[in-house]
């Protein structure tokens, strides 16, 4: 008879590092979880002999593969692109596709890893993937992005299906991308089926699709500050990011009566201490989105901003604070410094932005901390929708929608609860979060034996 093998925390995370050698942000979303799995596992002898977290870890598959495309002046290109299909227990794979240069494995298996808890916390039937690119947007022109997205789903269409794997956008991935990989997905398969969510609304996308994520990390915020009998009324806010989930999480914030004093990119972060209302929100879209401009040129726009090259935003004074642009941009220190500068809530819009110091830091310091796998799931809930009404042939109205996802996002907030509560005023929401994910898909692997 098998001995059921107990090992300790410590011991699986050197052979998670050993199984998957230069993958530290792999490693570092394992171990975050694994922190809070293994104390609640203490008494749960099923999950430890069926190797649950450790079956959770090892991704159900990661697909590789070249990209060639042809760029403007005839040179051929060469990429690499990924599928990592994490976890399928409680529904189709589902997960963004993220075009950019920092892209590797190791990114795309921890975004995966952490999807399969998020898609697991909404409530609804989606397992966990992910994929992309180091193919990087910037500077291309629109003719070699449609090149490159046709050539990147002229391989994936094989790994993928409305009841397979149903990717999305992420960074770099937005509607247009969409249009190019949905459009040549059709011409190879001959097939009109909701195989992507975050489509246009005229063939078949979900209305708040595009604001869910940013809007979704705000309703989260606000619940959290409801626990202390708060709200966002009057509340300054800093944000990083200036992409999809940064400018929603912003209009959200200014439509509850905040004040946003922050935006950033890869170049460096504005300051308005004016705040940014409505109308500087809708420049930024535009000028990001359609311009493909820099944050900094929003001081010409707005001078009585400032530009700080090279720097995150987490110096600025602020109640609340929404990393909202990419993994490990806000550091042990930066986490310190807000503390200090009396913030008292930090809702994650991106994947992993807080890295594992800082996590720990927001914990010592028992705010309101929400990581993103709850507090950024209105996206990949929408996309449930979407998938929902693309099945059903339908589309559900813009206020069904909005209810929908307030309702989802407050669905996850006290799922966070019900694993949080540390008792005296504090909720351990990384905890929660972690908890009420991996119950879920536990329960589900238990029933499917060893597979
Ligand atoms: P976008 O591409 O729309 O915007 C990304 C923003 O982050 C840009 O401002 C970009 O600046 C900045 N950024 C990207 N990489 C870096 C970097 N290495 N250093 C500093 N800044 C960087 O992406 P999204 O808004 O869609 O995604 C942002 C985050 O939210 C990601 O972590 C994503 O995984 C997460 N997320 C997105 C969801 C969605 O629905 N879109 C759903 C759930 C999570 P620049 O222009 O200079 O590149």
Sequence with gaps: MAVSDHVDLPTFMEGVKKRNPYQPEFVQAVQEVAEDIFEFMQDKEEYHSQQILRRIAEPDRVVSFRVCWEDDNGNIRVQRGWRVQNNNAIGPYKGGIRFHPSVTESVLKFLAFEQTFKNALTGLPMGGGKGGSNFNPKGKSVREIMRFCQSFMTELYRHIGADIDVPAGDIGVGGREIGFMFGQYKRITNNFTGVLTGKGLEWGGSLIRTEATGYGAVYFLA???????????????????????????????????????????????????????????DWVKTHKTHRRGRIEEYVTAFPKATFVAGKTPWGVPCDVALPCATQNELLGDDARMLIANGCKAVAEGANMPTDLDGVHVFKAA?????????????????????????????????????????????????????????????????????????????DAMLAFGVV
């Design 366 to 442: 028992k705010i309101l901390y929400a990581p993103g796998k709850a507090s950024n799931a209105g996206g990949v809930a929408v996309s449930g929708l979407e998938m929902s009404q693309n099945s059903e042939r339908r589309s559900w109205k813009e206020e069904e929608l909005q209810q929908m996802l307030k309702d989802i996002m407050s669905g996850i907030h006290k799922s966070c609860l019900a694993y949080g509560d540390q008792g005296g005023g504090y909720i351990d929401y990384v905890k929660g979060a972690n908890i009420a994910g991996f119950k879920k898909v536990a």
């Design 223 to 281: 619940n959290m500050l409801a626990t202390k009998s708060e709200d966002l009324t009057g509340k300054t806010a800093v944000i990083s990011g200036s992409g999809n989930v940064a400018t929603h999480a912003a209009e959200k914030i200014v439509q509850l009566g905040g004040k946003v004093l922050t935006l950033s990119d890869s170049g460096g972060y504005i300051h308005d201490p004016d705040g940014i209302d409505q109308e500087k929100i």
